[in-house]
């Protein structure tokens, strides 16, 4: 058996699709990723890109990364106890 997520260290959630996707709404989502986050077991890195069609012209993206018991081995031996900070996404294409 392998230690690998079907999702990468760092993997997009848009809140949005949550309905569609799981089947939950979009609150539902968002209390449960912040719980998640509360209890050390999540953190996020916002990610800001252009986006000419926005009314600001940028656009962000928030990247999750599972921590504690469900990180995976890689990011377990990097973070000790998981208390660092996320590392830099790079820019999606």
């Known amino acids: ?3 690998r997520l079907s999702l990468g260290d760092h993997f997009l959630l848009p809140q949005d699709h ?3 996707w799981y089947g939950i709404s ?3 989502i968002g209390r449960g990723l912040r719980g998640l986050e509360a209890h ?3 953190e996020h ?13 940028v656009t962000s993206e928030r990247y999750y990364a ?4 469900f990180a995976s ?6 973070r000790p106890g998981g208390k660092q900070a996320a590392e830099a996404v790079p820019s999606p294409a």
């Open 1 to 3: 058996m392998t230690d």
């Open 18 to 20: 949550a309905a569609a």
């Open 26 to 28: 979009r609150d539902t």
């Open 40 to 42: 050390g077991l999540l």
């Open 45 to 57: 890195v916002e990610w800001h890109k252009r986006a000419p069609r926005a009314p600001s012209g």
């Open 66 to 69: 599972l921590l504690g018991p």
């Open 73 to 78: 081995r890689l990011r377990r031996s990097r």
